[in-house]
Nanobody, 126 residues
């Protein structure tokens, strides 16, 4: 059974950087697209980035475009989210999940993803 585990979150000052990891166990990730989602307190879950099976297609929502970079290493069974120029509004619990495809529509439809990890807290504050 596929299980995902996120790591790399923490407290960072505005303008700082973090790299999140999404590591898989129980199965390989190379059959799946991977999405990163975040949920801030009192807000709905938001899809922010995804990457397709081969890594050739990546998608970002406008709020993170140019600041975040998603990548994958299928040999390591891990997907990464490099986050730069972090802002207080990026504060949230970040989770990864597997899906069939990567597109803006898929990011807007969390139900298209499964095997959710437990999430990692990212706090951007001075």
């Amino acid at each position: 059974q596929l299980r995902l585990a996120e790591s790399g979150g923490g407290l960072v000052q505005p303008g700082g950087s973090l790299t999140l990891s999404c590591a898989a166990s129980g199965s390989t990730l190379d059959n799946y697209a991977i999405g990163w989602f975040r949920q801030a307190p009192g807000k709905e879950r938001e899809g922010i980035s995804c990457i397709n099976r081969s890594g050739e297609i990546t998608t970002y929502v406008d709020s993170v475009k140019g600041r975040f970079t998603i990548s994958r290493n299928n040999a390591e069974n891990t997907v990464y989210l490099q986050m730069n120029s972090l802002k207080p509004k990026d504060t949230a619990v970040y989770s990864c999940a597997v899906g069939g495809y990567c597109s803006h529509y898929d990011l807007e439809t969390p139900g298209n993803f499964g095997s959710w990890g437990q999430g990692t807290q990212v706090t951007v504050s001075s």
